[in-house]
């Protein structure tokens, strides 16, 4: 009988039990929620009780609670999403100093104990965290990655779909740039089942509709006192799940450039190929030159969070 895979959930906060919960029920491999010593009882007790919905769900898969990095040894996959949340009025940007600790520790303890994990981070600032997880582990390129272009494409799916009145199944979207006020919606590649939503919404509406895709996080920060949590979980399985069960999913993600769209260092959100060898290639796409100079002021704005990182 073939082995499970194991997916390793460094933070069991509210996106980490949502990761948990997801992975478990997509029978995707082995569970291993982990935190700071602290909070140990709040890792345990998540994985306790997802344990326990297994006979009702009807998944396999073995869930464990803990503190100690030596548990994720062996992890096909760790997510990331480890570090202080936002709260009402703060920008990703207020989390640097905090959350760059935090994502050192995190990313040392994956370096020791599970050298052949393919990294998803979702901590915030994205960008820069995501740059740092690839300094601090030494790995490849491929191995290493954000989320972002996901979760963004799909808060954009919804607000489109609800603007137009039709299934957010027929809508296909495509968000690039970094994660925060700067991403950059490529209308041309944004449809509803092969249309252009260009064609079915003003050039005004969407406007609006791409400034609060933008401020998605800050607007429900704003509602409920903390971020986001189901969709960047499930952002995430999607990467994980097409990574594991190789399939070759064209997703958009942070990925480190070298030469891509004329950016080369860094990462920045683009559409990837994600497989059974992580970030299988990077896509691509021809842009408006409207788009260009948004995503030249998206990389400028990613490349001015990473030195300032560089300096903490």
Known sequence: MPQR???????AGNIGGELAAAAARRQLGDVVLLDIPEKEGV?????????????IEGFDANIKGTSN??????????IVTAG????????????????????????????????????????????????????????SKQKVIGMAGVLDSARFSCFLAAELG???KDLRTLVLGGHGDTMVPCLSYCTVNGVAITQKISKERIA?????????????????????????????????ESFLRAENRLLACAAYLEGEYGYSGMYIGVPVVIGANGIERVVEVQLSAEE????????????????????L
């Open 292 to 311: 260009k100079a948004q995503l030249d002021k998206s990389a400028a704005a990613v490349k001015e969070l990473i030195e300032a990182a560089a300096k």
């Open 208 to 240: 609006e509709i791409v400034k609060r895709t933008a401020g998605g996080g800050g607007e429900i920060v704003a509602l409920m006192g903390t971020s986001a949590f189901y969709a960047p979980a499930l952002g995430a399985i999607q990467m994980a």
């Open 69 to 78: 990095y030596e548990d994720i040894a062996g992890s096909d996959v760790v």
């Open 166 to 168: 039709v299934s957010i």
């Open 43 to 55: 890792a345990k007790g998540k994985a306790l009780d997802l344990a326990q919905t297994a006979a």
């Open 5 to 11: 895979r194991k997916i390793a959930l460094i933070g």
């Open 84 to 139: 202080v949340p936002r709260k009402p009025g703060m920008s990703r940007d207020d989390l640097l100093s905090i959350n760059l600790k935090i994502i050192r520790a995190v990313g040392e303890g994956i370096k020791k104990h599970a050298p052949n994990a393919f990294v998803i981070v979702i901590s915030n600032p994205l960008d820069a965290m995501v740059h740092e997880m690839k300094k601090i582990t030494g790995f």
